[in-house]
């Protein structure tokens, strides 16, 4: 069985700054890729930013030069540096990750946590 939880989120000034962390623990053989959405009410799951296992990243237009994801494999763990926020940036903010359980298959499942809010005051 694998969790994905995630963590950080709060109530910050626009401008401010928030951390995301979000850790798959379990039964976990390898993790590929790693990835942040947010998600407004009545919205779509949008995505945010994802990472590769070797450190690619890719970043949504709105986030570009604001955001940094980045990870530790050593703790199946991912995070979201959210500078320079903006009311816009008000959501919550979900993480997934592509998770092998064992060596005897080369499938990958994806894996979703259950989300934290964020609320950036204007």
């Known amino acids: 069985q694998v969790h994905v939880v995630e963590s950080g989120g709060g109530l910050v000034q626009a401008g401010g700054s928030l951390r995301l962390s979000c850790a798959a623990s379990?039964?976990?053989?390898?993790?590929?890729?790693m990835r942040w959405y947010y998600q407004t009410p009545g919205k779509q799951r949008e995505f945010v930013a994802g990472?590769?296992?070797?450190?690619?990243?890719n970043y949504a237009d709105s986030v570009k030069g604001r955001f940094t994801i980045s990870r530790d494999n050593a703790k199946n763990t991912v995070y979201l540096q959210m500078n320079s926020l903006k009311p816009e940036d008000t959501a919550v903010y979900y993480c997934?990750?592509?998770?092998?359980?064992?060596?005897?298959?080369?499938?990958?499942?994806?894996?979703w946590g259950q989300g934290t809010q964020v609320t950036v005051s204007s």
């Open positions: 990472i590769g296992s070797a450190g690619t990243t």
């Open positions: 997934n990750a592509d998770i092998r359980t064992t060596s005897g298959t080369y499938q990958y499942a994806t894996y």
């Open positions: 379990g039964v976990i053989f390898s993790i590929n890729s």
